[in-house]
């Protein structure tokens, strides 16, 4: 039995309530994060196989995509690139990912955000931004993208679980403090097929935005509707993340027809290390 609790402090609800996101650091130790980047560079080796052997292939505002072994998977967006970009689900394709959505690290303050004791699963993906040619990414909100499929976004909290040191020079995630506050901000309509569901900055003040500037094995929470996006990674280091979305109950998976409850009831998996 653990003798440490990971929900949340009165000062981590007061954070996400009023800006809609919290950062805990180093929660993961420095030898769990050499075994998770291991995880997933085998899983977007994998990604890289199964797009070889024939997924089905498209393109959405002349971006590249391809729908292989049970995920979405983008690629950067200059001509030609066979670089992945984002793997959305992944924690199928190696089972120390999968482990992850049960950590207790995880469950614990995902049942205080969601309000539930009975959490699963709704999607998680995997963000590579390679050095030198990771891109950047819009200014958006999740919920809007989202809400067509389970209404209640406000109970769909993000964590971000970083496994390299992450800054401004190679892209780190920035968010804009107390936007979720305001609802589905408008979209960035007759701009393309996705335009809609990228936030119009003229709709919030770009001046508040923060970095999230964490060191490797932190931990960001954010909310469905809090403004986040990213700049290139310009620099000589990698910027990968992963991103975890869980929900109330046992519902369907977002990308999938599949269910993954996380956790059992009270107690969640605990740390290895």
């Not at 990971?6 to 996101?21: I, P, T």
């Not at 199928?92 to 950590?103: K, N, P």
């Not at 569901?197 to 932190?218: H, I, K, N």
């Not at 992963?242 to 740390?271: I, N």
Request: charged share 30%; glycine share 10%.
């Amino acid at each position: 039995m653990r003798d440490r609790t990971f929900r949340l402090s009165d000062e981590e609800k007061r954070s996400y309530a009023e800006d809609g996101f919290f950062i805990r650091e180093c929660v993961f130790s420095a030898a769990e994060i050499d075994e998770l980047r291991d995880a997933v560079e085998d899983c977007a080796a994998r990604a890289t196989s199964a797009v070889e052997r024939g997924g089905e292939e498209y393109e959405i505002d002349g971006n590249r995509y391809c729908e292989a072994s049970g995920s979405t998977i983008q690629f950067e967006h200059q001509p030609g690139s066979g670089t992945i970009r984002v793997i959305e689900p992944f924690h199928h394709l190696h089972e120390r990912i999968d482990q992850l959505v049960d950590d207790v690290r995880f469950v614990e303050p995902m049942r205080d955000l969601i309000g539930d004791e009975r959490i699963s699963l709704f999607t998680d993906k995997l963000n590579l931004k390679r050095p030198g040619e990771g891109s950047g990414f819009r200014w958006h909100q999740d919920s809007p993208y989202w809400a067509h499929f389970f209404p209640d976004v406000e109970r769909l909290p993000n964590l971000m679980l970083s496994l390299d040191d992450t800054n401004e020079a190679n892209g780190c995630l920035r968010v804009i403090p107390g936007s979720h506050r305001h609802g589905m901000l408008p979209g960035l309509e007759g701009r393309g097929v996705l335009g809609p569901l990228f936030t119009d900055p003229d709709s919030f003040d770009e001046s508040l935005q923060v970095p999230a500037v964490m060191a490797a094995g932190s931990m960001l929470f954010f909310h469905a509707s809090t403004v986040h996006g990213s700049e290139p990674n310009e620099s000589t280091e990698r910027r990968r993340v992963l991103v975890f979305t869980y929900q109330p109950g046992a519902g369907r998976m977002f990308k999938t027809d599949a269910k993954r409850e996380a956790g059992s009831l009270g107690e969640g998996r605990a740390p290895s290390s």
